[in-house]
């Protein structure tokens, strides 16, 4: 059974840092593409970082140059480190993954999600 669990969000000041992790087991973790997307009150869910099977990354314009993206293959783990946070970064925040290559924001393409942990971003 696949399971994504989600960790290390909560209520920081702009500015501030958070480091996201996304547990996974059930399935050979390093073969499939992983990617981090965000969902505020009222909006669609947006993908904010993916990263390949390879190690390659992609991030969203809003947070290139503020947030990193990583995994730990050996640990099953995927991490999401979020620094100069700003107010608009809020929402609910969910990992993903998926076997196939391309369509890194298409969330249908996506096969497994986390429960999302809250990240609160106050100016």
């Known amino acids: 059974q696949v399971q994504l669990v989600e960790s290390g969000g909560g209520s920081v000041q702009a500015g501030g840092s958070l480091r996201l992790s996304c547990a996974a087991s059930g399935y050979t973790y390093s073969r499939f593409c992983m990617g981090w997307f965000r969902q505020a009150p009222g909006k669609e869910r947006e993908g904010v970082a993916h990263i390949d099977s390879e190690g390659a990354t992609t991030y969203a314009d809003s947070v290139k140059g503020r947030f990193t993206i990583s995994k730990d293959n050996a640990k099953n783990t995927l991490y999401l480190q979020m620094n100069s946070l700003k107010p608009e970064d809020t929402g609910m925040y969910y990992c993903?993954?998926?076997?196939?290559?391309?369509?890194?924001?298409?969330?249908?393409?996506?096969?497994?999600w986390g429960q999302g942990t809250q990240v609160t971003v106050s100016s």
């Open positions: 993903a993954a998926k076997t196939g290559a391309g369509f890194l924001w298409d969330t249908h393409k996506y096969n497994y």
